[in-house]
Every structure is written in C-alpha cells, then in structure tokens.
C-alpha cells in the first residue's frame, strides 16, 4: 500500500490531464486485488481506530475556526438535518427502488452515505482554484456529520434486528453520542495540555517527545470516549479544535512545532493515501459478492450501476435543496442581504451539492452490518448494501472531479480577503511589540553601562530596528563581518528577542479573536523558521 501511495504521488505529476489523486489510489487498490489478488481485506474495527483518530484530529486542529463560527448555521443543517433527510427521503426511496431490501436495511443504507468524508473532500479540492467559503463550509460539514450519520445507521441496524424503533430513545442516543464526544475529546486534550505544561516548566522541553505526545492525544480521546458509549470520531475532531486553542499559548518552542508540523504532514500524507489505497482493494471482493446474490434473486447484475447512480442523483438532490433552504433562511436570521462577492450562487451552490464526496469512512461504517439475524438467518441483501454504497463512493469522486472544475470555473477569491486584512494588521502589532521589546532591553543596558561597548550595543539595535521593517520571515541576515564576536552574539539576541515579542503579539491577537487562528499558524511558522535559523 506505501508502494501504490508513491506511485500515485509520481504518476499524478506525470499524467498529462488533471486525475484526482484520490481516484487514481483506488485504481490501484483495484488493480492490486483485482489483477494480481493481493489485496488486503478491511476490518472496520482496526479501521476506524488507526485511521480516523489522527486524520479527523488534524482537521479540527486547522479548520479555521473564524469560519468555522461564521458558518455554524449552515454547517449544523447540512450535518444533521440533511442526514435526517436523507436518511428518510432516500431509505423510503431506495426501498421502493429495490423492494427485496428491506426498510430497516435501506433506511441503513441511507444513512451510511449521508456522511461526506473530510479525506475526500480535501482530495478533491486541493488542487482546484475553490473559494475558501466554499472550502469552509464542505470541511466543517464532513468533520461533524459523521457522528449523526453513525448514530442512525446504528439505529436503522438495531430497527433491522429487532424489528422495533423508538423515536425518542434514537434522540436521547444521538445527543449522549454527539455530547459526551465532544465533551471528551476537549477535556482529554485540555488535561493532557495542562500536565504537559506544567511538567515542561518544571523539567524542560523535549521536542521528539512532543511529536509524540501530539499523536497520542486523538488515539487518547477516541479510545476514552467509545469506552463510555460515545462518539469517538467526535471525540478526535474536538481533541483537534481544543489543540488549536491550546496552540495559542505558544508553549511550545519553535523546533518543536517545526518537528511536530513535518511529522503531522507525513502522517496525513500517509494515512490519506492508504485509505484510498485500501478502499479500491475491497472494490473486487463488494463487486463480486454483490453481483452473485443479485443473480441469486433472479435480477440483472447490470442493474446494480443503475441503481447506485440513481442513488447518488437522489442525494445531490436532496442536498441541494438543504443548501438553497439554508442559505435562505441564514438571510432571513441575519435580516441582511449579503455583499455580491459573499452571495451563494446557483453555481455555488450546484458545486457544494458536488462537494458532498464520500469515502472511506462510508464503506468502512457498511462493512460492519451484520451477517446474521438473531435467529440465525442471513442479514437481508447485506452485500448488496455494501456495492451500493461502494458505487456511490466512486460516483461521487468522480461527479464532483468532472463537475466542480467546470462550475467554479472563472469564479475568483476576493482580492482582498479577511484573512490578508488579518495579516497586515497581525504585521503592524508584530513590528510594534518588537520594537518596544528591543527598546526596552537597550534602556536596561544604558541604565547597566555607557562605555564603547554599549555605544556598539546601540549600532547592533539600530540595525536589527532596520531589519523589522522587513516582512515576516525576510529579515536580513546577522552581522557577520567578524571585527567583534560579541556584536553578532548581541545581534542574535536582538532578533531572538524582537522573534519572541512578535510571536506573543500574534498569539495574543489570535486569543482575542482578533485574527483568526489560521493567520496565527501561517505567521508564526515564519517566526520559527527566522528563530531556528539564528540558533
């Protein structure tokens, strides 16, 4: 599975046509099992517990959060009520479609797909020119989703095996599953930030061992909160928010966050990778079993492709109609017409409905109905369930790789975002506190001493002054002319110190919510590059 990530990392590059790289690491998880029959088989199980932990964790720690609150109204209805929807609209209509399964089945069915998967939303846009509203709003949407999407698969499983449902013990699960693993991911992260702290400042800082501390924390909350029965997937995205916030502490020293920031890349590079990877390996096997008991109930096994576009046509449908109601009822909550470049297009709005790709947490989340009912009968058409909601997977990736280039396509970001406002003023307070920290040193050293040395002292500060003029990260090099050592020691404390207050400014304005945390990460990554060159 490393060796079909490589791969698809260089063929991607060299395929002279934009191929989704998502979609080309399922062909050769296809052509892996299916041709040379060396496929590794998924338990959902391991799945979810190496997988989605690191991964969800990753993205609750860099969503912006700005955003993230901006569009909470949008993101709650696409997150829960479109899964309610779709859940309901789509198991009805499925159950029609194929009367031999069940409606307990379908309604499970339904509910399995509703969720978008952030891994594959994010291997979808990444490569296209997508406004960050847009961005926003398909990320935050496929990080909360999950859990209501789960929760009534959960349910539709045990209506299927028990031939009974309760409306209101379903609400009371979904509210202890989505509440106690949002509870549990932020307590987790916050107690094991605050023991971290407070054993650093008493024993130092290492930073390998911080990498390895913050790989820990998702498997910590995740573990925590399926041992008391809730969401764990919800527990890993909150742990991800709470570290955000954690972040802005700045706690951590530059090498550590450099160590730390290439480490999580390749995690996520990884991870992504094999997902797909492992998705397109189980296609030969889905495909094979589904074909068979189609047979087996005297239907056409060429029906099934069929079925399974008229599923994801149902649910861009339904998801369309959720976005056109939100973003009209998000005006009449605000009582305000939005400016032209912030209004939600029907080209917008058609390319979120796109955007709702699905992936491996869908056939992961299928693969664990069960085999048998209670009595010892085969599940009802279990592994024609499990192709339909492999085929809408594919569907999807590919719907939304051909449809989305072309609907965004002339649609440019704002020339003047929030977040470039964000940065020059981020800049301003940064040049100030550097300033005024530096300033102060050279008051305490004319206070110390007034000799030639602390005269050199002054020409040392006047050019580091000089240099902050510069944008972040371009500051000019240290002194390096060799006629006195201590100048450039003094020089190298100067910028170590001017670094620190700036960092502090950031971080400060980030706590009051001034900038976004975004900002924050993206300008103090420079800090830290301009500190750990200097050491």
Known sequence: MLGAVLVSGAAVRVIPWPVP??????ALGFLIAGVFERGVRLDPDVF??????????????????????????GIFQLSVVLVVMTVVGAGYAIHWMIPSMPLAVAFALA?????????AVAGITR??????????????????????????????????????FSLSSAVMSFLWVAGAGLATGALVTAAVMRLRDGFTKRFGEEPRSEVLLSLLIPFAAYFLAEHVGASGILAAVAAGVTMSYAELS??????????????????????????????????????????????????????????????????????????????????IVRNATPPPEARATPRIMLALSLGGVRGAVTLAGVMTLPLLLPGGEAF?????????????????????????????????????????RQREFARQAAHRAAVNRISTILDAQ???????????????????????????GHAAEPAGDGHKPVRRDVERAMRRAAIEASREAIYKLAREREISDEVARDMVRLLDLEEVRLA
């Open 21 to 26: 790289l998502p979609l080309l690491q399922i």
């Open 48 to 73: 979810f517990l190496l997988f989605l932990p690191p991964l969800l964790f990753l993205d609750g720690w860099h969503i912006p959060k700005d955003m993230l609150r901006r569009d909470k109204l």
């Open 111 to 119: 509910a399995i797909i509703s969720p978008t998967d952030p891994v």
């Open 127 to 164: 490569r296209l020119t997508v406004p960050r509203r847009i961005t926003s709003i398909l990320e935050g949407e496929a990080l909360f989703n999950d859990a209501s999407g789960l929760v009534a698969f959960r349910i539709a499983i045990a209506a299927a095996m028990t031939g009974a």
């Open 250 to 331: 700045g706690r951590v020293s530059a090498f550590a966050r450099m160590q730390r920031q290439a480490v999580w890349d390749m995690v996520q590079f990884v991870l992504n990778g094999i997902m797909f990877v492992l998705l397109g390996e189980q296609l030969p096997r889905v495909f094979r079993a589904a074909a068979r008991t189609v047979t087996q109930a005297g239907d056409d096994p060429w029906l099934l492709p069929v079925y399974a576009l008229l599923i994801w046509l149902m649910l861009a449908a339904l998801r369309l109609a959720c976005i056109f109601v939100s973003v009209r009822l998000a005006r």
């Open 380 to 420: 009802p058409a279990r592994d024609l369930a499990i192709f339909l909601a492999a085929a809408v997977i594919i569907i999807s990736l590919v719907g939304a790789s051909i449809g989305m280039p072309r609907l965004l396509k002339g649609i440019e970001p704002a020339r003047s975002s929030p977040h470039q």
């Open 446 to 472: 004319r206070e110390e001493d007034s000799s030639l040395e602390a005269r050199r002292y002054m020409d040392v500060v006047d050019q580091v002054l000089a240099g902050l003029h510069e944008p972040l």
